[in-house]
């Protein structure tokens, strides 16, 4: 156990047994003053209980200590929540400890049961959670239960007691002393606090029903069905455990080792990976910027690593590695099923909806100028769209065969590419579900979709037929589906997408099961082309002028207010500058920006850099690559996390952030896709010569300002946060500015 989990397990119990001291006190003064003087009475006269004030007051300021908890990064909470949480207590104790009104009042023992009740429990909770090492499945379920439950009839009391509080301090002239004046402890107490409570309180409750849902369906998550097909290797004998850490450092540390041992040494030394992943991040770019055969044999050294200590699992449990399995035929086979698109309505050339409208043509135009001019996007990625806008053949897709690995993936080009009269080769989950959903897009496009088939699409007389016997398993049958990809429309070009998005782990392994496939379709069938979209949340070499422009706004946004006190406040934790010192190499320097957000996790970053690995090799080897920075998406995996969708709404006061709608991310990336293929001078093509590899990245950014931005995008989201909820709380706010004014000028006598 660490010196930090330690502080933190002493920390916790001491908060519990503050607050189970001022429980029984009030449950004791309880016992004794109903018989005498009514309940009502008797909740008026517990904060007069001997200690019980000074205990409360301590105890309760102890939880500013949370803030620094999370500003310092010792627990995993939101900065700016973490403290408008503590704030809204600290509020009510201020009126509570003094004003005598306040004290004596039922609200006022109402509140401290209230507050009691929930804290005992919630810092027993976390300290149990330290010392079992599992806050969700290991934790005795009395307190589980207890730390998940209790919020839904103690908040409401706990609120309702903290607004009678408010209300007497702010007609105590004794309390008006304490705050300079009656009239400001009149319209902050009486006025702006409880409207703030109208806004915040609904949304504290229902933000803790959603925790609670979570956490329940994690503690009874049925354990995980047996692995099948590419899976992690087994790291414990005893268990069977096949933890995914172990594999991420030895993947990483293979690529980077391939260059540059001392490096690899440190990661597969490293504590806290979790924490620590991204440094190791930087040095493995960093590596790769020294020369074009450095950034290959990386690349190289990192897929080889994960073909050789992934497992390919059977049904009967044996196992080979991936690259075993890989390497044979297989016995089973795909029927292939096939529909014909009945619209008749075909997309009049490139059309991205945006805002509530459709740009097209010389609209289209004007707005992605803007977007350029702004630095939402790099000027290439402008150009690309621009150059579908001037050559509508590129987007005649009637002839152009599209394999989309994860078809119905929110972030892939599917509806585009249908609307435009493309041949989708549709290759995901055998769920009916999803391809009750496809076959229906498919039906009503001007475009054709082929998929693989359990049974032969002759015998399937209906939809909901076909769509029970459709899809595949990318995990597990993943020789199989290379084998009926290669085997598919011979002659035809492929342009192979991979679109499919899992959490967590199952990322890296979906990332692996796309990687077997597409590396054989681009090795050994003539003519296939590899697209991907990547995130901005990345290390990307960047273009000087999109550097010059970060520092240039770091400059600018260093002198704003807000960002000097939140600087001050998180000690330089937050607001950190964007771009990392030029790396000289050869062809250099080459100019980074970090974009990686930490809490994204190393198994997110290891599956991306899987695909910038065949990305760069494949180019090297002659095939055409599409491989973008897509913008910050509205996807509902990332509005499902309060905190992202906070985050994202309050973003765009960093200039040039603009967070965007799936379907203009979609529309855009397709534009730059179908650039790649058909301009001949795109960074895709193989025949143009980049300094390193890995600036294929470098061009066609719709990063949706990230690299252009003063600040990390992992820095700048509690400030996010904390704009976005000022922006929903600004007409509160500025009903109580114009109130204080008025007090003020009163008060000086102005009127």
């Known amino acids: 156990m660490t010196p930090k989990d330690m502080y933190l397990i002493v920390y916790n119990l001491c908060c519990c047994v503050g607050w189970s001291t001022i429980f029984a006190s009030a449950v004791l003064s309880l016992s004794k003053g109903i018989p005498q003087d009514g309940i009502k009475e008797a909740l008026s006269n517990i904060y007069a209980t001997e200690n019980l004030g000074d205990l409360l007051f301590y105890t309760q300021s102890a939880a500013v200590l949370e803030i620094v908890h999370a500003a310092v990064g010792m627990v995993r909470s939101p900065v700016i929540v973490t403290a408008m949480q503590v704030a809204s207590r600290i509020w009510a104790l201020l009126a509570v400890t003094y004003s005598p009104n306040a004290q004596t009042q039922w609200g006022a023992g109402v509140m401290i049961l209230s507050w009691s009740l929930v804290e005992i429990f919630r810092y027993m909770f976390y300290a149990a959670a330290l010392v079992t090492g599992d806050s969700t499945k290991k934790t005795p379920f009395p307190l589980f239960w207890l730390r998940y439950s209790l919020f839904a009839v103690l908040y409401p009391t706990g609120i309702t007691g903290e607004l009678t509080c408010f209300f007497q301090a702010a007609y105590d002239p004794v309390f008006g002393n304490f705050f300079i004046s009656s009239e400001v402890a009149f319209w902050i107490y009486a006025r702006i606090l409880p409207f703030i409570y109208v806004f915040g309180s609904p949304f504290m409750i229902m933000n803790m029903a959603g925790n609670r849902k979570s956490a329940f369906r994690k503690r009874f998550a049925k354990p995980p069905p047996p692995p099948r097909g590419i899976a992690f290797p087994i790291d414990d004998e005893a268990t069977g455990s096949r933890s995914s850490t172990p594999v991420n450092k030895e993947i990483l540390a293979a690529a980077v080792g391939a260059v540059s041992s001392t490096k690899a040494e440190k990661i597969r030394k490293a504590k806290g990976y979790r924490f620590t992943y991204v440094k190791h991040l930087i040095g493995l770019v960093e590596e790769q910027c020294q020369s074009p055969d450095a950034c290959l044999k990386i690349a190289q050294a990192g897929l080889d690593k994960a073909y050789d200590i992934f497992e390919f699992v059977s049904p009967d449990g044996s196992s080979v590695s991936v690259r075993q399995a890989m390497a044979s035929k297989t016995s089973e086979k795909f029927f292939t099923g096939f529909i014909q698109g009945q619209g008749t309505e075909k997309a009049d050339g490139m059309e991205v909806p945006y805002k509530g409208t459709t740009l097209k043509g010389q609209a289209l135009k004007d707005q992605v100028k803007k977007w350029v001019d702004y630095g939402t996007i790099e000027p290439s990625a402008g150009e690309a769209i621009i150059g579908c806008v001037d050559n509508p053949n590129w987007c005649d897709l009637s002839d152009r065969y599209f394999v989309l690995l994860g078809a119905g993936s929110a972030m892939g080009p599917l509806l585009v590419l249908l609307?435009?009269?493309?041949?989708?080769?549709?290759?995901?989950?055998?769920?009916?579900?999803?391809?009750?959903?496809?076959?229906?897009?498919?039906?009503?496009?001007?475009?054709?979709?082929?998929?693989?088939?359990?049974?032969?699409?002759?015998?399937?007389?209906?939809?909901?037929?076909?769509?029970?016997?459709?899809?595949?398993?990318?995990?597990?049958?993943?020789?199989?589906?290379?084998?009926?990809?290669?085997?598919?429309?011979?002659?035809?070009?492929?342009?192979?997408?991979?679109?499919?998005?899992?959490?967590?782990?199952?990322?890296?392994?979906?990332?692996?099961?796309?990687?077997?496939?597409?590396?054989?379709?681009?090795?050994?069938?003539?003519?296939?082309?590899?697209?991907?979209?990547?995130?901005?949340?990345?290390?990307?070499?960047?273009?000087?002028?999109?550097?010059?422009?970060?520092?240039?706004?770091?400059?600018?946004?260093?002198?704003?207010?807000?960002?000097?006190?939140?600087?001050?406040?998180?000690?330089?934790?937050?607001?950190?500058?964007?771009?990392?010192?030029?790396?000289?190499?050869?062809?250099?320097?080459?100019?980074?920006?970090?974009?990686?957000?930490?809490?994204?996790?190393?198994?997110?970053?290891?599956?991306?850099?899987?695909?910038?690995?065949?990305?760069?090799?494949?180019?090297?080897?002659?095939?055409?690559?599409?491989?973008?920075?897509?913008?910050?998406?509205?996807?509902?995996?990332?509005?499902?996390?309060?905190?992202?969708?906070?985050?994202?709404?309050?973003?765009?006061y960093f200039k040039p952030y603009e967070i965007f709608a799936p379907e203009t991310s979609n529309a855009v990336m397709s534009a730059i896709l179908f650039a790649d293929l058909n301009n001949p001078k795109s960074s895709g093509n193989p025949n143009n010569k980049l300094s390193n590899p890995n600036q294929l990245f470098s061009y066609g950014s719709f990063n949706g300002g990230n690299w252009r931005c003063a600040y990390e995008v992992d820095s700048i989201g509690e400030t996010s946060v904390l704009i976005y909820f000022s922006r929903i709380a600004a007409p509160y706010l500025a009903v109580g500015g114009a109130a204080a004014v008025a007090v003020g000028a009163k008060v000086l006598g102005y009127f």
């Open 419 to 652: 609307s435009l009269g493309a041949n989708v080769i549709a290759v995901d989950l055998d769920r009916p579900f999803i391809w009750e959903r496809l076959i229906g897009l498919a039906r009503k496009s001007t475009g054709t979709m082929t998929f693989p088939l359990k049974k032969e699409q002759s015998k399937l007389k209906t939809d909901a037929e076909l769509s029970a016997e459709a899809g595949c398993n990318l995990f597990t049958h993943t020789p199989m589906i290379r084998d009926w990809l290669m085997d598919l429309y011979k002659g035809k070009d492929f342009t192979v997408g991979s679109y499919a998005y899992l959490n967590g782990a199952l990322h890296v392994q979906v990332s692996l099961a796309m990687d077997a496939i597409t590396k054989d379709l681009s090795e050994k069938r003539p003519g296939t082309s590899l697209a991907y979209l990547c995130t901005p949340t990345d290390l990307h070499l960047v273009p000087k002028e999109a550097w010059d422009a970060s520092i240039q706004n770091f400059k600018e946004y260093n002198k704003k207010p807000l960002c000097i006190i939140m600087k001050l406040l998180s000690g330089g934790k937050l607001l950190k500058k964007n771009v990392l010192d030029p790396v000289a190499g050869e062809g250099g320097p080459f100019y980074l920006v970090n974009g990686v957000s930490v809490a994204q996790g190393p198994n997110y970053i290891l599956a991306k850099r899987m695909q910038h690995w065949r990305a760069v090799i494949a180019r090297s080897k002659g095939c055409i690559v599409s491989s973008n920075i897509a913008p910050a998406t509205l996807t509902v995996s990332v509005t499902q996390n309060r905190t992202f969708a906070w985050a994202y709404e309050g973003m765009p």
